[in-house]
């Protein structure tokens, strides 16, 4: 069965930082896409991350540039999205997509909330 287990969310206050982990099982994340994405009530699900297979590319959205970061340990069979100087805008559920030829997973979520 193939699962992608997000973690690492939390409550954190405006400037610190949080690491996410998406933990994989049934599936090698390194041959995949993977990426990360977010949805806050009442928005629609944005891409906040993406690294691609073998690392050769990555992506940030213009909103975290510079302050996230994503990384992948293969021996681990997990990905990374290291967020720092978190701004309350960032508040929102965060969930790991894993892309290959068209197959995809996704995570349950994990919860990052910012407080002012």
């Known amino acids: 069965q193939i699962q992608l287990v997000e973690s690492g969310g939390g409550v954190v206050q405006s400037g610190g930082s949080l690491r996410l982990s998406c933990a994989a099982s049934?599936?090698?994340?390194?041959?995949?896409?993977v990426g990360w994405f977010r949805q806050s009530p009442g928005k629609e699900r944005e891409g906040v991350s993406c690294i691609s297979t073998y690392d050769v590319n990555t992506y940030y959205a213009d909103s975290v540039k510079g302050r996230f970061t994503i990384s992948r340990d293969n021996a681990k069979n997990t990905v990374y999205l290291q967020m720092n100087s978190l701004k309350p805008e960032d508040t929102a559920v965060y969930y790991c997509?894993?892309?290959?030829?068209?197959?995809?997973?996704w995570g349950q979520g994990t919860q990052v909330t910012v407080s002012s």
């Open positions: 997509n894993a892309n290959r030829y068209g197959y995809e997973y």
């Open positions: 049934g599936v090698t994340l390194a041959h995949y896409a």
